[in-house]
């Protein structure tokens, strides 16, 4: 019988079962760690890649009509110039005279500083650009910045796209990859940081088009929810009204999730119709016109833009999948309460875990022999510590699908115990027949 959590405490939850079981852990932590720094451990950083292998596949792979790239983290500063990002790129921040800590003044409730109770400033615009020096000579002729998104890049490799591809519209670029915000008020663990990763997509379209294409990667972007694993009475699509769109935006909508501090943004999806080629194209005088191979019309393509961040994906995961249950019955050396990441097969870290039932050298052979021939198509662990009881709740707490126990009977029938994470159920499967088996469970 699932068990009922209150939003207050599942966050602290998932932050303790992530450092102690090693999904992630707070930035530089043998030096007192980073305010809003985090680090994925072992397990994390599976989970991290299933995820981004997963949208990699779906997006890019399967569709003929998007290509993938992975643009420089650093860029000509002209490429942040051109579209605004230097001059625009903003966050209204006030200042508490009293304590002199600093917040963004629309997540200020009131005229009174959040942390102190004393007098704020007025607001004025901060930049979020985080700055660096190309070359040893720290001056403005040597300013540059990390990307603050990832979409630039692939505005700027449009026309070497075109070029190489031959592609037709309507298509799209995609990209996964790192971008960096000096955020004024990060927080909520991995939900808002001043390093994080997207997934991002700028799809080409002809402008008349432009309605059928949003309502498409809008529909695409539901379907990848729902296979996450995701709750549909989580998820709130909010369209934005005009006057808070960006100007170049005839249609924006956040897809939003009831986090346990509040509803807030998970991912986004803008009709950015053709500002970006226009600017860059006005900016740095190269042609970025699409030329139509059957009428000869030349064209700036108009673009809708998908956007997934991965970081908060993974706490959504994470979100989603964990639970505390009343076990029917309590196995050996284990209490009744059991905890489980119940992620959907495909996201799970670990696939498999191999436990011999004792730490004899003829069972723990047996069980070595499993895992050597099994790790080579499937992610796979190996545990003989502690008991059987104690060795499930682990994997549970982990998120593993399915337990391989080799026991004693192993060495007679060169049978092993295959035991379900979702229904503690157990079928006994010959050896010789348990890779098949599994990855047929596994899908």
């Not at 956007?307 to 706490?315: I, Q, S, Y």
Request: charged share 30%.
């Amino acid at each position: 019988m699932e068990k009922n959590i209150q939003n207050n405490d599942l966050m602290n939850k998932i932050i303790s079962l992530c450092k102690r079981r090693g999904f992630i852990f707070p930035g530089s932590d043998i030096y007192g760690g980073l305010a809003n720094s985090w680090d994925y451990g072992p397990l994390g950083i599976e989970l991290k890649n299933n995820i981004k292998r997963e949208w990699w596949r779906r997006f890019v792979h399967n569709r003929p009509d998007v290509l993938g790239v992975d643009t420089a983290l650093i860029m000509n500063p002209k490429v942040w110039e051109a579209v605004g990002h230097v001059q625009h790129f903003t966050d209204p921040l006030v200042e508490c005279r009293s304590c002199h800590l600093r917040f963004r003044w629309d997540h200020v409730k009131g005229d009174k500083c959040p942390s102190c109770g004393g007098e704020l400033t007025a607001p004025r615009q901060f930049n979020m650009l985080f700055k660096t020096f190309i070359g040893p000579v720290e001056d403005q002729s040597a300013l540059a910045y990390l990307r603050p998104e990832t979409a630039q890049g692939m505005f700027v490799n449009f026309k070497n796209i075109l070029e190489t591809s031959r592609k037709r519209l309507p298509f799209g670029i995609a990209q996964v990859g790192k971008a960096f915000r000096n955020e004024i008020t990060p927080g909520n663990f991995i939900f808002r940081t001043r390093e994080f990763e997207q997934m991002e997509i700028e799809y080409f379209i002809e402008e008349k088009d432009w309605e059928t294409y949003f309502n498409h990667w809008l529909e695409e972007m539901k379907r990848w929810l729902k296979d996450l694993g995701v709750a549909g009475d989580k998820v709130h699509y909010h369209e934005i009204p005009e006057g808070d769109r960006a100007h170049y935006s005839k249609r924006t909508v956040d897809i939003e999730y009831n986090f346990p501090f509040g509803e807030s943004e998970l991912y986004g999806l803008a009709y950015r119709g053709n500002f970006d080629l226009k600017n860059h194209m006005e900016k740095s005088g190269q042609d970025l016109e699409y030329t139509d191979p059957e009428t000869g019309e030349k064209f700036l393509p108009h673009v809708i833009e998908p956007t997934w961040g991965v970081d908060r994906t993974v706490l959504v995961a994470m979100l989603e999948a964990y639970q505390e249950e009343q076990a029917p019955t309590a196995e050996e050396g284990e209490t009744d309460l059991r905890v489980m990441m119940r992620f959907p097969k495909w996201l799970a870290p670990v696939k498999v875990a191999i436990l011999p039932l004792s730490k004899k050298e003829n069972l723990s052979d047996k069980a070595r022999e499993i895992y050597a021939d099994l790790i080579k198509d499937l992610v796979c662990e190996y545990d003989e510590t502690q008991s059987i009881g104690k060795r499930y709740r682990r994997q549970d707490e982990i998120g593993t699908p399915y337990c391989v126990t080799v026991d004693f009977e192993s060495l007679e029938d060169n049978a092993v115990t295959v035991r379900d994470r979702d229904t503690m159920k157990q079928e006994r499967t010959k050896i010789g027949e348990l890779k098949r088996y599994l990855k047929d469970k596994l899908g």
